[in-house]
């Protein structure tokens, strides 16, 4: 029943040790979205895709990298985590809101990663 | 506008009651709205949304209210209910992209 899956749902890395946070939807969705969520603040937008086309942000870390292998898996990849980079993760999804004028993200439960 | 600071704005109130949840946004390009639930551990659940063309919108226990001149849109909860409790956000669409500008967000915390 599950439309937007993160996994793992935990993850604790080392500082600057390598880390990848998945995600994967059933909804058949064109565009993916990455958001980066501290405590008591607003999801923050890394990037999306709309299909295989990448949008970075411009305020995005180059140590934040994202792959998009097909629609249904995306996987963010943070090269070098820094004690910064420990937050919430969260995917979501979207049919494509400029056609569909809808702009309703469905969003999986996020991945909470910790940095030691 | 962008979400800035670390202390989110709080909105007590007893079960049963109606509650109001304000969002004042500022491009005045913006033409869709959308309100989000996020309780504790979860990812944001969409509740409503509303496009600039309207100025009130309802949903079960819900409505959104969208006052364009003074940008300004509200959340009105209907008798509610502990389960309520969460942090709301609001966000807005503002141009021909495919993203959301997301609100700080208000916790609300109901009573019993």
Known sequence: DAMVIQNPRYQVTQFGKPVTLSCSQTLNHNVMYWYQQKSSQAPKLLFHYYDKDFNNEADTPDNFQSRRPNTSFCFLDIRSPGLGDAAMYLCATSRDPIREISYEQYFGPGTRLTVT | ?112
């Open chain 2, 1 to 112: 506008g962008e979400s800035v600071g670390l202390h989110l704005p709080t909105l007590s109130v007893q079960e049963g009651d109606n509650s109001i949840i304000n969002c004042a946004y500022s491009n005045s390009a913006s033409d869709y709205f959308i309100w989000y639930k996020q309780e504790s551990g979860k990812g944001p659940q969409f509740i409503i949304d509303i496009r600039s063309n309207m100025d009130k919108r309802q949903g079960q226990r819900v409505t959104v209210l969208l006052n364009k001149t003074v940008k300004h849109l509200s959340l009105q909860i209907a008798a509610t209910q502990p389960g309520d409790s969460a942090v709301y956000f609001c966000a807005e669409n503002a141009g021909n992209n495919r993203k959301l500008i997301w609100g700080l967000g208000t916790s609300l915390a109901v009573n019993p």
